[in-house]
């Protein structure tokens, strides 16, 4: 969605815009209707839809793949060149597995101003798991440092991947190409007149290990809460659906469209957001606040800058989430003062200020301006 939106604002700004992509179908939401669509083949990068994985082996393969993969970047970059010619610029959402060749290749075979949404810092991060493995996270940050010098900006949605590439690649931290966006298309003032549901806890998103959604169901059979919504899809899909038929009290929507987020935020009091892994951002977490509801968050990533603890949700640390009587604990704690109070965490959320997609927009055109002087100078 964050790609989709990124495109939208390019043709807002008046780019003919061109969006390609590796997997599934034709990217839906944008507005605009003049941005073209190209399917690539995904070449010599096997695997990469598993890059959720939790799983340390795969990882650490694509994190090789994202090293050495100068073959599959360079097709990537031809197969560009070829279907639109050389644009003026290119902006990569993901480079998973492409490598960071596909930066060196877009600058002298495109000649393009590169950019980057700087969100897939799992694969460097002094904190993702594979960097346990004999250096290796540190290996991989020292060779593909020297690739970062030909992207001209980098976006990163959040304050915590903004610093999390200034710790990791120190000559990046002078301030120029380093930009903090972030942005959902709002609505505000939804559901006026939405009430206190009795303690009714709801889950939006996918049904992935890294999202937590295990350990919440876990943590809710345990606790007194009323009931617990989930909406979404996924590998665990069916672990969930299994969830729901033991408990009662779980209710399994399946994937939601537009009209079916608007009832489930209708129909909850709180929205969990239980992450086990480090978020680069909580674009459900606005949504949430959009529609006047609360948000339980952990504490990893760049979920706490958009939580106000005990005002518009509550931050709770990952050694509560991963112990299922401790996260059942909380659970309770929070509702029993939710009784007569709910309406004070309203009142917070409504104080929260959302950064819609016209901030960005207006944003995006001043760093434009900006970079026409860098970029003439970069040759």
């Known amino acids: 969605m964050m790609a989709i939106k990124l495109a939208d604002a390019y043709a807002d700004l008046g780019f003919d815009v061109h969006f390609f992509y590796f997997f599934g179908n034709v990217p839906t939401g944008s507005e ?3 941005i073209r669509y190209y399917k690539l083949k995904p070449f010599f990068m096997w695997g990469l839809d598993r890059g959720d994985s939790r799983n340390i082996l795969e990882k650490v393969y694509l994190q090789v793949l994202d090293l050495i993969n100068f073959i599959g970047s360079l097709l990537l970059v031809l ?8 644009p003026s610029i290119i902006h990569f959402n993901k480079i998973r597995g492409l490598s960071g060749f596909v930066f060196l290749w877009s600058k002298y075979i495109l000649r393009s101003k590169v950019y980057y949404t700087a969100h897939d810092y799992e694969f460097f991060s002094p904190n993702a798991k594979s960097s346990a493995m004999s250096g290796f996270g540190a290996i991989y940050r020292k060779l593909k440092s020297p690739f970062l010098r030909f992207v001209d900006r980098f976006f990163c949605p959040s304050q915590y991947v903004l610093h999390v590439y200034k710790s990791c690649y120190p000559h990046l931290n002078n301030g120029n190409n380093l930009a903090n966006f972030s942005f959902v298309e709002v609505e505000l003032g939804a559901d006026e007149e939405k009430k206190y549901k009795g303690g009714v806890l709801g889950y939006l998103g996918r049904l992935e290990s890294i999202k937590g959604v295990e350990e919440l169901c876990a943590a809710f059979i345990k606790s007194n809460c009323k009931k617990l919504v ?3 899809g996924g590998s665990l899909a069916d672990r969930i659906a299994e969830y729901s038929a033991e408990d009662q009290r779980i209710e ?8 079916g987020k608007k009832s489930f935020f209708h129909d909850i009091d709180f929205l969990v957001v239980p992450s086990v892994w480090e978020e680069v951002y909580g674009l459900v977490v606005v949504e949430s606040f959009v529609n006047r509801v609360p948000v339980i968050v952990s504490d990893q990533g760049g979920l706490p800058e958009l939580i106000s603890s005990g005002i518009s949700g509550e931050v709770l640390k990952l050694s509560e989430i991963n112990n299922s009587d401790v996260f059942a604990f909380r659970l309770d704690s929070i509702f029993s003062r939710c009784v007569g109070e709910y309406e004070s965490y309203q009142q917070g959320v409504d104080g929260v200020i959302v950064r819609d997609i016209s901030s960005f927009v207006r944003d995006l055109s ?3 301006s900006e970079d026409e002087v860098l970029y003439a100078q970069s040759f």
């Open 32 to 34: 605009s209707s003049e």
């Open 366 to 368: 001043i760093y434009l």
């Open 230 to 232: 989930i909406g979404g």
């Open 79 to 86: 197969s560009i060149r070829k279907k639109v010619g050389c």
């Open 252 to 259: 399994f929507r399946g994937v939601l469209d537009e009209v």
